[in-house]
Nanobody, 124 residues
């Protein structure tokens, strides 16, 4: 069974930091692009960041550029999202995603695998 399992969410004050992790199992994701999305209450799921299979190419949504960093450890097949200088507007459920290419990640509809999500709440 293919699984993406997120962890690391929680409650943090504005200006604080969190690091999300996405552990994979059930198949090898070494050659998959990986990414993060988020969904706030009453809003659509939105793209946050993606990394290529090698980790050498990353893309970010404008709203998080300069504050969030996506990385991956292919030995552990784990993807991370380091979130710094968090704002109340970052409050959402964060989802890990896997697809063949970064373009497939960004398109959202072509994501092949999703995690169950982890809640991030930023208080003002």
């Amino acid at each position: 069974q293919v699984q993406l399992v997120e962890s690391g969410g929680g409650l943090v004050q504005a200006g604080g930091s969190l690091r999300l992790s996405c552990a994979t199992s059930g198949r090898t994701f070494s050659f998959y692009a990986m990414g993060w999305f988020r969904q706030a209450p009453g809003k659509e799921r939105e793209f946050v960041a993606t990394t290529s299979w090698s980790g050498g190419n990353t893309l970010y949504a404008d709203s998080v550029k300069g504050r969030f960093t996506i990385s991956r450890d292919n030995a552990k097949i784990t993807v991370y999202l380091q979130m710094n200088n968090l704002e109340p507007e970052d409050t959402a459920v964060y989802y890990c995603a896997a697809a063949r290419t970064q373009r497939d990640i960004v398109r959202l509809t072509t994501v092949e695998y999703w995690g169950q999500g982890t809640q991030v709440t930023v208080s003002s």
